[in-house]
């Protein structure tokens, strides 16, 4: 049922995404990911070695592929960052669905349908969504990754492991920003209860699978390891030196980029569309009819989904309209950037 959904999402969401990633002017952060791909494509030139690449080298790799066949770079290096872009919803969807399948189907497809629209109405999906850069490729892994790796946690079987360690190595080597999510991928192969608590074999797959999907960045690190930890790590340094030498106003440092995704994602411009964030509260209401059922939440803004159950206290009807305003209270500030209507935001 999950791979239906799978599907279904993707084929409603596709033509949305497509026209968001088609309509978008060209992004100066565009030139060096669609260069590279060419320089490999045509030229047969290695990043790092041949020329500098000052991000991982997988998603240039996938460029060239592509650029082999087709001569319409641009189009073509969009194309896979739409389509990641819809696999993303696609996965919000098809897991918001399973999560709520028990409650009956209904519940399950107005709880997909509601997360879907969220992640898609959010400035922060159709601000960045559609251009020719790692941010949708190497989302899309992680959460197939995320997926698998919950998968192998409940079946306890080495292959699922091996398989989410090799996802969240290839969006490593597609954006080296995922590099961290190592660490409670781990965490959670050790402390989630189990027949064995402490079980390193599922450790040891998941290793192995990081190290087979990084098998590729790490030949090149070790092929020219100066160049690659400068192109990966160092520029960055030197980029904000430059930066503040010359007195540029957007030196990107922490506040920032902080400020940035103030103004562009969580101020709003206009009012928010009642009509999209209705979907947001409408999963709480539904569960809130239940006398019996475990008090959960379910949000998901932007790319991300989230699930959580304390299974400790019971919701009574006495209590819904307290539930309702929780729920209000709390995920207002997800509604904040939706896309609002009529203009784009500068």
């Known amino acids: 049922m999950g791979f239906l959904v799978f599907f279904l999402v993707t084929a ?21 990911h669609v260069a590279a791909g060419a320089l490999i494509a045509r030229e047969g030139l290695m990043p790092y070695r041949d020329f500098p690449h000052f991000h ?36 919000i969807g098809s897991v918001a669905f399973g999560l709520f399948r ?11 349908a509601g997360s879907v629209i969220l992640a898609l109405t959010t400035r922060l999906f159709t601000e960045t969504s559609g251009y020719a850069w790692n941010h949708e490729p190497a989302l899309f892994l992680a959460l197939l990754a995320f997926v698998v790796h919950v ?13 989410s360690g090799m996802l969240l190595g290839l969006a490593i080597g597609t954006r080296i920003t995922y590099a961290p999510l190592v660490a ?12 064995i608590r402490w079980d390193w074999r599922r450790v040891f797959a998941f290793s192995g699978g990081i190290l087979f999907g990084l098998s590729g960045m790490i030949y ?21 030196v430059y930066r503040f030498s010359t007195g540029e106003p957007r030196t990107m440092t922490l506040p920032t980029k902080l400020r940035f995704f103030w103004k562009l994602i969580v101020r709003r411009t206009q009012p928010c569309s009642w009509s999209v964030r209705f979907p947001l509260w409408q999963p709480f209401w539904l569960c809130a009819e239940h006398n019996n059922a475990s008090s959960g939440s379910f949000a998901s803004s932007g790319c991300c989904c989230r699930s959580c159950s304390s299974g400790r206290s019971r919701l009574r009807r006495s209590s819904t309209s307290t539930s ?9 500030p997800h509604c904040m950037p939706l896309l609002p209507l009529g203009r784009s935001c500068r």
Request: hydrophobic share 50%; proline share 5%; with cysteine.
């Open 56 to 91: 991982t080298p997988y998603l240039a790799c996938v460029y060239a592929g592509i650029f082999r066949f087709c001569d319409h770079l641009l189009l073509s290096a969009r194309m896979v960052s739409v389509l990641s872009a819809t696999g993303i919803l696609a996965v």
């Open 220 to 240: 090149l690190f070790a092929t020219v390891p100066e160049q690659a930890l400068y192109d990966n790590f160092g520029f960055a340094k030197t980029n904000v």
């Open 324 to 332: 309702i305003r929780w729920c209000r209270l709390s995920f207002s």
């Open 12 to 32: 409603m969401t596709l033509p949305i995404v497509l026209g968001l990633g088609m309509t978008k002017g060209l992004s100066h952060d565009e030139h060096q």
């Open 184 to 195: 409670p991928f781990g965490l959670a192969l050790l402390l989630y209860p189990g027949p």
């Open 102 to 112: 028990e409650r009956g189907r209904r519940t399950a497809a107005l709880v997909c």
């Open 151 to 163: 998968a192998g946690i409940r079946a306890n079987r080495a292959g699922w492991f091996i398989a």
